[in-house]
């Protein structure tokens, strides 16, 4: 099944929160090829947004969380309090909390390793920067950020992990990966991942995020390396999400009848 992840990150008040939850719920009901689709949205609307998505196959994202369980720690959000709130994903290391808040290969691993014995499905976001592109050494870079994020970890029977390729050229910038960047990255991050956590290489999904929109969502969930994806800003307006929802329902279904 392809997954569909929507990063609203700090954009959306809980009123607008709550309307942009129901435009998704809209956008797939009745529908009989639906990707999985996960919404996370700012943490003062994970509340309300849960209520919306109660009855649907949608689930709940959070963009972050710390790695402690809890005490004194200003400002977090531990484990627990985001179970309270029936979160089943939470993003990890994504590049604007790696470059603002100083989170870096060993505080990925702490949070994912948190995350897995908490009963979540970690989402760890990786990707190279420009000027490792261009040198490049984008491989090697990418290696190694899975390579310390996954150190001393492993997976249980029932557990998932997500890794976002995202690199940093693309997030934002109107200025995709293509096609075959992605491919060739993603067959990268599965050989990796597969070296490391022995024998799980089922539990992992490699989604591509950057610059997804409507016009080029079905290009890069067709292809068969492609997992998912994690949408920024086309997830934040209802038009532009119901557009790339129609679509990936697209892949989906021409998947089923593969
Ligand atoms: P973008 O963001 O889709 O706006 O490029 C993706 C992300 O940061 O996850």
Request: proline share 2%.
């Amino acid at each position: 099944m392809k997954t569909l992840i929507g990063n609203w990150k700090m954009n959306l008040g809980v009123r607008e929160s709550v309307a942009l939850a129901r435009g998704v719920i809209y956008a797939i009901r009745g529908k009989k090829f639906v990707p999985e689709i996960v919404i996370c949205p700012s943490f003062t609307a994970l509340s309300e947004v849960r209520k919306v998505i109660a009855r649907s196959s949608v689930s709940l994202g959070a963009q972050t969380m710390s790695s402690e369980d809890k005490g004194a720690y200003t400002g977090e959000i531990s484990a627990r309090q985001l179970q309270e709130l029936s979160v089943s994903h939470v993003i990890i290391g994504h590049s604007e909390r790696r470059a603002n808040q100083c989170e870096t290969d060993a505080v990925v691993r702490a949070k994912t390793k948190k995350a897995l014995e908490s009963g979540f499905i970690p989402v760890i976001c990786i990707g190279e920067e420009k000027e490792a592109r261009e040198a490049g050494n984008e491989l090697a870079v990418v290696q190694e950020q899975i390579t310390n994020a996954l150190k001393g970890i492993s997976l249980g029977h029932e557990q998932t992990l997500l890794f976002a390729y995202e690199p940093l050229w693309a997030i934002g910038s109107g200025n995709p990966a293509t096609s075959q960047q992605v491919v060739e990255m993603h067959a990268h991050i599965r050989a990796v991942a597969q070296e490391l956590l022995e024998g799980r290489e089922t539990q992992i999904k490699v989604l591509y995020g950057g610059s997804v929109n409507p016009e080029n969502v079905y290009g890069f969930l067709r292809e068969q390396e492609v997992d998912g994806i994690l949408v920024g800003g086309a997830s934040i307006k209802l038009s532009q999400m119901r557009e790339v929802i129609s679509q990936a329902m697209d892949v989906v279904e021409s998947y089923s009848t593969k």
